[in-house]
């Protein structure tokens, strides 16, 4: 048995060290455990650049065949076993909203531009973006850029009926391949008062019944509801996309690029918010308005592999097309003619806005008045 000053003393220290099966383990939380296992683990990791190449991989491991026996195949087989091991990297694993932490509802409302993300504006020390969406940039740093986002729809339902009908159109995701994201106002905290919206995009038109499942509007009748919006000057709007072709990479990825696209650089670097009236704050391009221009995001591919067990996980990155939105489109090898025309509709080109906001009116059988 020991002495009881020894034991007072074994007490003591396990009890400044904090409980062991409780929210704390030697005084840290189960997060910033998970954190430090985590950095642990890619410390046996080398990064690859770029597409899921042997070239690129080989580069980052040393040779070819450093490669193939770090994967356990012959040279022969080298090439299939990659492709099939970056595919099932590639692979969606977590619901965005479950990575969110806050339920579907929430991650729902904040797409249609809604919560206290939006709606709070810090004031007297409160509604301070920076301690209300903490979670984002921890978020950003330890699952969005190597644990791919599933589509968001929670376990609502197949059809995306209930909250995430902003990506769901038809028989399927976003079929023309582009998810954007307009603005019409900045939170502007006072510890940065200069802060302004980038006026990028002059807002057109709108068919409000392709969004009626974010703006709640019913048309009566099954006659199509719409609106006319004749910006003025003063009137600032911010928009930004990306697209991708069907089965790509940048297919696979999407939501982890809508996560850093509307929260970590559009919500939580600019502070942005606010939805064009009757639209989504962000959702797929037929439910957003006609505008005249969107900045663009792509993702940039890369991969982490373990240089002990040869697993691979994605290495997500991202950064600005070098064009708008509407051209990074048109660049892209798998999209037809007919779905560019159909883009070419939606984001109509700088000076382009009167003449395609009175061609959408014209088309509801609206003509402009003579004067």
């Not at 040779?63 to 492709?83: C, K």
């Not at 197949?158 to 954007?180: A, H």
């Not at 591919?301 to 600005?320: C, F, Q, R």
């Amino acid at each position: 048995m020991l002495p009881k000053l020894s034991l007072f003393l074994l007490v003591n220290a396990l009890s400044l060290s904090g409980p062991v099966c409780g929210k704390t383990i030697r005084g840290e939380s189960l997060s910033t455990a998970s954190a430090k296992t985590e950095r642990q683990r890619r410390l046996d990791t080398t990064k690859v650049e770029g597409e899921c190449t042997v070239d690129n991989f080989a580069t980052a491991v040393g040779s070819r065949a450093d490669l193939a026996a770090l994967l356990g195949v012959d040279d022969a087989d080298l090439e299939q076993t990659l492709d099939e091991a970056c595919s099932s990297a590639s692979e969606p694993t977590e619901d965005f909203s479950d990575a969110i932490g806050k339920g579907p509802q929430f991650l729902k409302n904040f797409l249609d531009g809604g919560t206290t993300w939006n709606d709070n504006y810090e004031k007297d020390g409160a509604y301070v973006l920076e301690e209300d969406a903490a979670l984002i940039p921890e978020l950003y740093d330890e699952k969005a850029k190597n644990t791919v986002f599933a589509a968001p729809n929670g376990g609502a339902n197949d059809k995306y009926d209930g909250y995430f009908s902003n990506f769901y159109n038809g028989d399927q995701e976003c079929r023309l391949g582009v998810i954007e994201c307009c603005y019409t106002a900045i939170r502007n905290p006072p510890s940065k008062p200069d802060l302004k919206l980038e006026n990028n995009a002059q807002m057109c038109a709108l068919d409000l019944t392709l969004a009626a499942k974010s703006n709640h509007i019913q048309s009566p009748d099954f006659k199509p509801s719409f609106t006319f919006y004749g910006t003025q000057e003063q009137d600032d709007t911010y928009c930004s996309g990306f697209a991708y072709d069907e089965g790509s990479f940048g297919d696979s990825v999407k939501y982890n690029t809508l996560f850093y696209m509307a929260m970590m650089e559009n919500l939580y670097t600019k502070y942005y918010v606010k939805n064009i009236p009757g639209a989504p704050l962000c959702g797929c391009l037929e439910q957003m308005p006609v505008v005249d221009n969107a900045d663009c995001w792509k993702e940039k591919e890369g991969y982490e592999i373990n240089l002990e067990s040869g697993d691979i996980t994605v290495a997500l990155d991202w950064e600005e097309c070098g064009t708008d939105l509407y051209s990074y489109y048109e660049s892209l090898p798998g999209r037809g003619k007919f779905e560019k025309t159909f883009v070419k509709e939606k984001i109509v080109g700088e000076g382009e806005c009167d003449k395609a906001a009175e061609y959408f009116m014209n088309e509801k059988l609206y003509k402009k008045k003579s004067t």
